[in-house]
């Protein structure tokens, strides 16, 4: 008989006689390894562990430990989903059904009209299990392309599907049981592999993603090779929906969005304008103290400042489309301010002795963000950047990037931020359409970086690719709720815009020279810096950010109004945000409404309390109460909005 030569990743190459398995490979290698085995790979192509191997090749085992071998396993999970579905309901039609980070989905199409929703996952899951215990074979085989039209002629997507493939496509299906899914490969060798999944929601979703077609019923769930890894999944998704920023932020009347203002333009409520307040106020003061120049520009451009700074060419994407004025001017709603800040420097000639010049802004921006990335204030269409761009000459650049750095890690202190690792992102050298073409200025900016931060002793990881059109950057990396990680902070380097700008200093020799400048937000945009501690603190904001600071609930509301008015007119008087509770409800209620709405004080006013002049506080998180006079909670309360760190 021939043998096949099998190629392995550590290049070793060893003879097999034609057909041999997958299986009987990992066997020949190790028992433990052919136990955790879950598909072969030959030249990149997925090879069942009992399906035979016929060709020479680069040949990997995929298992347990891998990455993939999860996948492996999600992606066979939806089809044992699709299985149960059609034994259940069995005019169910279905669409794609991937694995996705996290897990897997299908998309289906009940044509008996009835919609599945949670309540019938029990049911689902009990059939999936079924299934399982059956331990049906999955085997991979190639199928003429009229076979497989005749083969799913009952379900519309599956017949789209095919025919949508190109003519010279190889057709393979996986068959398990009854069920036959379209299906490149790469399963689990049977259904009794799968053993820990759990189906998690269903979502509409249009088919194929796109708005003008049928909405079907995306199934989520996930699974995973062992039991605690499930249950600390299961267990990981319960928390970040407590935390969401959309739940907490309905809950608290933070904000909304909604279909009739526009997707991924949100709506600030009192409560989060005040958070919002609070935040903007706090970051142009410590700008402010650290020479920063705070200024006002416009939303909208004349788009030609959007040609010149390279925007309409590489970000046109993102930006909404022009208006026409029809007096030949064309408006752009802008997607970065930095083009408005670079008419600031230019709008008179400047001098060595102005630099470092810093410009900041509120600054207004609007992006075309896809409707299925917006997310609640954590991404969206408008949003207003803590923005600013500080121009220096060459020599500055070091010490200013680390001026920067400084202020951002003293605003992190002052939120409690610390679980945050700095990223250096560089251009992928690979990739010249993506990044500005000058292999110079791309090595020594990115190493002047690098100096800074082992400088400044800071702990930094190196992402190539990461770098903005211009030039490299330092991002900082805050870790979400979800578990995911997003960028806060960010310095960029720029040598680029000076030059298509034609930005000049005259220098101390009285020759014009070209600055540098540094793009930098320290605290993002306002929506999603909300976003983000709105998870982190859970709600509970502390107290110099709280919506609500303070809350007065009369015990009897005609005995002790009085009183408690005094004291909310004078909080309010001295900035602070008080409110009074006298609703006719039970004095629980009113309590426990406070705690809802994470009002760091409570001050409950009875008899004593006005005889005293006292107050009783209670501490939001805490069911702990204390007395106090009225001055010492007063003292107590100034002490704690001058502490911006404490939570
Ligand atoms: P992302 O990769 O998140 O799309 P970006 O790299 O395009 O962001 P920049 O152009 O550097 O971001 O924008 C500055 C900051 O603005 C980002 O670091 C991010 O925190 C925030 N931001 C960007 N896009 C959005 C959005 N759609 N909604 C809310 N905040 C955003
Ligand atoms: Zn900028």
Known sequence: MADVKITFPDGAVKEYPVGVTPLEIAEGISKSL??????????????????????????????????????LLRHSVSHLLAQALKRLYPNMHFGVGPAIDNGFYYDTDNADGNQISVEQFPEIEAMMKKIVEENLPIVSREISRAEALEMFSDDPFKVELINDLPADERITIAVQGEHIELDRGGLVPSTGWIKFFKLTSVAGAYWRGKSENQMLQRIYGT???????????????????????????????????????????PVWLPNGAAIRRTLERYIVDRELQKGYQHVYTPIMSNLNLYKTSGHWDHYQEDMFPPMDMGDGEMLELRPMNCPSHIQVYKHVPRSYRELPLRIAELGMMHRYEKSGALTGLARVREMTLNDGHTFVTLDQIEDEFKQILDLMIDVYADFNISDYRFRLSYRDPENTEKYFDDDVMWESSQAMLKKAMDDMGLDYFEAEGEAAFYGPKLDVQIKTALGGEETLSTIQLDFLLPEKFDLEYVGADGEKHRPVMLHRGVISTMERFTAYLTEMYKGAFPTWLAPRQVRVIPVNREAHAAYAHEIVDHLVDN????????????????IRDAAKDR??????????EVENRSVTVRRFGSTDTAVMTLDEFYTALNADVANYSRV
């Not at 929906?241 to 907490?248: A, C, G, L, M, T």
């Open 223 to 265: 699974a995973f090779w062992n039991k605690d890894d499930l249950e600390a999944e299961l267990q990981r998704r319960e928390e970040a929906k407590e935390r969401d920023h959309r739940r907490i932020g309905a809950d608290m009347d933070l904000f909304f969005t909604s279909q009739e203002v526009g997707a991924g333009l």
């Open 599 to 608: 009002v760091p004080y409570t001050l409950v006013i009875g008899d004593e």
């Open 34 to 71: 052919a136990k955790k085995a879950v598909s072969g790979k030959l030249n990149g192509e997925y090879v069942g562990m009992h399906d035979g191997i016929s060709a020479d090749g680069d040949f990997a085992l995929i298992t347990k430990s891998d990455e993939e071998g999860l996948k």
């Open 575 to 590: 900035n602070f945000r008080a409110d009074f509770d006298g609703r006719n409800e039970k004095l629980g209620y009113l």
